[in-house]
Antibody
Framework: QVQLVQSGAEMKKPGASMKVSCEAF????????LSWVRQAPGLGLEWMGR????????NYAQRFQGRVTLTTDTASNTAHLHLRRLTSDDTAVYYC??????????????WGQGTMVTVS | QSVLTQPPSVSAAPGQKVTISCSGS????????VSWYQQLPGTAPKLLLY???KRPSGIPDRFSGSKSGTSATLVITGLQAGDEATYSC???????????FGGGTKLTVL
């Protein structure tokens, strides 16, 4: 079954770091790019950055530059989001999302189930 | 505050039609494709439309989209109770280089 499966919920202290994983099943992992999107409680979706799986090239949203790192492990079909220096404003559900259509930025056709990260 | 502007809420009766707007600028909607998402409470977003008006496999033709200038519109016809959800638009913004989303519109089926 084609799906993205994310790691479980986390509780973090302010100033700590978090790492969320996203494992792909049912398709050729390196064929598609992967973005990370987060959603704070009661708020809208916010794009954090993206990674090209085949060459590990990354683009980060300006507001996360210097604090976020996206990586990928093609041997295990897994992508990782690493976010440092956490504050309470980082409390959110974090999603990985597949970029299903080349040239259509913002068109994510497959999403992980989400990972709740609470910073307190 | 979201880069793309959507109405916070819309409502309509079952069987009726509803439109949801998404307003942006020349750096985003004006020069890039728009996507639309449906999000039920507690679940991940689901892609409804991409490239302004294309439907992924499995999305019924009750959902349609259009774009004009710096605005995009999602139209849902034949409303059903199961359409009650939050709908968000998304596109690329050239300045700064990022995917941007609307704040989301909560649809209530009366």
């Amino acid at each position: 079954q084609v799906q993205l499966v994310q790691s479980g919920a986390e509780m973090k202290k302010p100033g700590a770091s978090m790492k969320v994983s996203c494992e792909a099943f049912g398709y050729t992992f390196s064929t598609y790019g992967l973005s990370w999107v987060r959603q704070a409680p009661g708020l809208g979706l916010e794009w954090m950055g993206r990674i090209d799986i085949y060459n590990a090239n990354t683009n980060y949203a300006q507001r996360f530059q210097g604090r976020v790192t996206l990586t990928t492990d093609t041997a295990s079909n897994t992508a990782h989001l690493h976010l440092r220096r956490l504050t309470s404003d980082d409390t959110a559900v974090y999603y990985c999302a597949r970029e299903g259509y080349a040239g259509s930025e913002g068109a994510f056709d497959l999403w992980g189930q989400g990972t709740m990260v609470t910073v307190s | 505050q979201s880069v793309l502007t959507q109405p916070p809420s819309v409502s309509a009766a079952p069987g009726q039609k509803v439109t949801i707007s998404c307003s942006g600028s020349s750096s985003n909607i004006g020069n890039h494709y728009v996507s639309w998402y449906q999000q039920l409470p507690g679940t991940a977003p689901k892609l409804l439309l991409y490239d302004n008006n294309k439907r992924p496999s499995g999305i019924p033709d009750r959902f349609s989209g259009s774009k004009s200038g710096t605005s995009a519109t999602l139209v849902i016809t034949g409303l059903q109770a199961g359409d009650e959800a939050t709908y968000s638009c998304a596109t690329w913004d050239s300045s700064p280089s990022a995917v941007v989303f609307g704040g989301g519109t909560k649809l209530t089926v009366l």
